[in-house]
């Protein structure tokens, strides 16, 4: 079953401006990552948190994990056209060894 | 990270009859797992098939409909029997990337079935 709630379900924004996403969930577990698809073909990961962090960086991205509040964001800084997709949330629950995946936020960037 | 190949990419499928899809992958892993993605939804895990034993299916899904073959470390199959229009989805293989679960997993690129 889905763990993982995402909102908004979709945002609009100008190029240039800020994109977070945020990401619920409900159980314990070893890490939470961030994946983005485009048009609907296979997903490309782009980040990883380890639950006993808080925040991390890789470019434009920076994602904060709270797992007293079992949520996540995904901030993308100076978006670009090319960052229109779908993002979505997936956590690694403790012993389970899968990947539970949130709804996800369709994310539009306007020229 | 590891490489995977998916086939095929689409498929139009009339109803009743089944479909194969595969997934190579350019290392050896030790879990594979099948993926169920319906019309402007998430991904929703349909079972993990692990080499040399039956796969584990996910509540909601079932070996009949959903046979899996693994029959070495770097390959497996997922069968999409008795179609139905519903079945109408992408589908889309992972495996956990070279490092561990700590590097995120990898997919293939997906079969986009359509079931008339």
């Known amino acids: 079953s889905q763990q993982g709630e995402e909102d908004p379900q979709a945002l609009s924004i100008q190029e240039g401006e800020n994109a977070t996403m945020n990401c619920s969930y409900k159980?314990?577990?070893?890490?939470l990552q961030w994946y983005r698809q485009n048009s609907g073909r296979g997903l490309v990961h782009l980040i990883l948190i380890r639950s006993n962090e808080r925040e991390k960086h890789s470019g434009r991205l920076r994602v904060t994990l709270d797992t007293s509040k079992k949520s996540s964001s995904l901030l993308i800084t100076a978006s670009r056209a090319a960052d229109t997709a779908s993002y979505f949330c997936a956590t690694d629950e403790q012993g389970a060894q899968k990947l539970v995946f949130g709804q996800g936020t369709r994310l539009t960037i306007n020229p | 990270s590891a490489v995977i190949s998916q086939k095929p990419s689409r498929d139009i499928c009339q109803r009743g009859t089944s479909l194969t899809i595969q997934c190579q992958v350019d290392?050896?892993?030790?879990?594979m797992f099948w993926y169920r993605q319906q019309p402007g939804q998430s991904l929703t895990l349909i079972a993990t098939?692990?080499?040399?034993?039956?796969?584990?299916?996910e509540s909601g899904f079932v070996i009949d409909k959903f046979p899996i073959s693994r029959p070495n470390l770097t390959f497996s199959t997922l069968t999409v029997s008795n179609m139905s229009p519903e079945d109408s989805s992408i589908y889309l293989c992972?495996?956990?990337?070279?490092?561990?679960?700590?590097?995120?997993?990898?997919f293939g690129s997906g079969t986009r079935l359509t079931v008339v």
């Open positions: 992972s495996v956990v990337s070279r490092g561990g679960h700590n590097y995120g997993y990898t």
């Open positions: 290392s050896q892993v030790t879990m």
């Open positions: 159980t314990s577990i070893n890490n």
């Open positions: 098939a692990n080499q040399g034993s039956e796969a584990t299916y």
